[in-house]
Every structure is written in C-alpha cells, then in structure tokens.
C-alpha cells in the first residue's frame, strides 16, 4: 500500500509504503513531482495514480507509481478540471475520481472523470453525482463504485447520501441508501464484497464505523470503531484489511495506523505508524486493484 502526500504541516512530496498483511510503521517509498494534499488515489494490481490535490490552489495534475518499485512519482495526464476534496475509487481497468472543490476556482462540483490506469493521458467525462458535492470518501468492488457522504454548497452542510456507478460503463451516478450518520472528511476502504466508512466530522471529529455491503443498495451498519476520532486520513486495504493512517484529530495532525478485518465487525487496532504526523493524505494498493 502506498500513502501519498498530505501536510505535517508544511506540503509533502513524500509517498509511504507499508505491507497491509503485516503491523508495522511504514517506510518511505519515494517523491511526488509537486507537494500536495488533499488528492484522491486509485490504484491497479501495477500501479497507484494520485490524481489533483491543492498545492496550495487546486491541480488538475495526474501522477503514477509503479507499486511494487520503490522510487518518485511520474507524469500520467490531467484531470478535466483542478480540483481537491475529491474522491478517488477503481477496479483494475478503469480509476475513477468524483466531485471535490477548487481554490480559489473552479466552485465546487458533480463531475465525475475516468482514466484507464494501464494508459497515462488525460481523463474523461464519465458523468455526474446527482449533487455537487465535495470532502467525499470512494470505495469500490471490481463492478461497482460507492461515493459515500461528503458536504454540500452553501454553510457546509454534511451529507450521508451514499450513490454508485457501474465502473466499466460511463454513465450518471445512481442512489444507493444513507449512512447512519450525516458527515464529511471520512474515508473509506472496501474488499470485493464490503465497503467501510470510517471517522469524519459531523461537526466534531468522530471514531464510528460503518459498512455496506457493495451488491446490494441500502443504508449504511453499524461495524465498529477507529482507535480515536480522527478525520482526513489515508484510507487503503486488500481483500481482508482495511487501513486509516494520519489525519486529524483534537485539533492535532496524527500519524497513527489503525486496521480493522473487513468481514468482522468490531473495533479497529493499532498497525503502526506514519513516517511522521500526516493529514489531508490518501492512499492505494495493488492489492485492491487486484481483486477479483
């Protein structure tokens, strides 16, 4: 798994790797082109493409890692727009980013982009969220695509409205159900089967966990919760393990690791720690391009 940028506080270039199978801290992998935060990652069984972010205005900037080589961050493509506070999700084709905000333009917006992972280029329209909506967390099964809470325009009002698309075909994104909580500035991770939702603000930080189950639209159940309340984390897993590192929390950058076993409810545990204090970061794996 890979961990991308963020602030502790100054902008990182700075890219993590850590093994999801085994507790550790992680170890530094290499650099992105430009320091930034606020991304959203997606990744193939390959490579780990970190797409946009703010640096400090928003990029419309596309960068690849091959994944199982250490080493910087190369050129991919751009995005249709700059934007930050997006989510990012993939099977093992096709990466998907969706909504996010620019600073100190574009506004905040719907549009949903794709780039095929294997082929750097530009990436292309793939449609709408039925809102505009920024501070969304992406989770996906090799089909299907969730894009979960998130705020909306205006006073910043949180959303637990949960919608998917059907990764392989461009197209709008549909209703899927509601979380139990109303919040922004969670993340989430997912095996083939189940999606995680974990942490965010609603308004204060918060440690509940909650899942869906990807086949089938519904709300959000109760799983668990994080090791502390904590939200803009890094989120990334395998078929069994969904990680959250860094963030922020009580007011302070964070450079914890904690996991949870994606098929058993319950609260999440320690898995180590970040190279330093790190939040505004996100995160991929190879194993979670790879699933099947």
């Known amino acids: 798994g890979i961990i991308n940028g963020g602030r502790d506080p100054a902008l990182l270039t700075r890219i993590d790797y850590l093994e999801i199978q085994s507790q550790g801290n992680a170890i530094d992998f290499g650099d992105l082109t430009v320091a930034t935060n606020l991304t959203a990652t997606f990744a193939s069984s390959t490579r780990g493409v970190i797409a946009g972010g703010a640096n400090p205005a928003s990029i419309n900037t596309i960068e690849f890692v091959t994944i199982a080589t250490t080493s910087n961050a190369t050129e991919f493509g751009d995005l249709t727009d700059e934007k930050r506070y997006h989510a990012?999700?993939?099977?093992?084709?096709?990466?998907?980013?969706?909504?996010?905000?620019?600073?100190?333009?574009?506004?905040?917006?719907?549009?949903?982009?794709?780039?095929?992972?294997?082929?750097?280029?530009?990436?292309?329209?793939?449609?709408?969220?039925?809102?505009?909506?920024?501070?969304?967390a992406g989770a996906s099964s090799p089909t299907r695509g969730l894009f979960?809470?998130?705020?909306?325009?205006?006073?910043?009002?949180?959303?637990?409205?949960?919608?998917?698309?059907?990764?392989?075909?461009?197209?709008?994104?549909q209703d899927f159900g509601d979380l139990q909580h109303v919040k922004a500035g969670g993340a989430a991770t997912s095996s083939n089967t189940r999606a995680i939702y974990a942490g965010g603000n609603e308004p204060s930080f918060t440690t509940f966990i909650e899942f869906l189950t990807i086949a089938t639209t519904g709300g959000g159940t109760d799983f668990g919760d994080l090791t502390l309340a904590r939200g803009y984390q890094a989120s990334l897993s395998n078929n069994v393990r969904g990680l959250n590192a860094g963030g922020y929390a009580s007011s302070t950058a964070q450079n914890t690791i904690d996991f949870v076993t994606i098929a058993q409810t319950g609260t999440a545990q320690d898995f180590g720690d970040l190279l330093s204090i790190n939040y505004g970061t996100s995160g991929s794996s190879d194993s979670h391009g790879g699933l099947t």
């Not at 325009?153 to 959303?159: A, D, E, H």
Request: glycine share 14%; no cysteine; charged share 15%.
């Open 148 to 173: 979960i809470a998130g705020a909306n325009p205006g006073v910043m009002t949180r959303s637990n409205v949960i919608e998917y698309v059907t990764i392989a075909t461009a197209g709008n994104a």
């Open 88 to 136: 990012g999700l993939s099977n093992q084709v096709r990466g998907i980013t969706a909504g996010g905000a620019g600073y100190p333009s574009p506004a905040r917006t719907d549009i949903i982009d794709f780039v095929t992972i294997a082929s750097e280029g530009n990436a292309q329209d793939f449609g709408n969220l039925s809102e505009v909506k920024f501070d969304l």
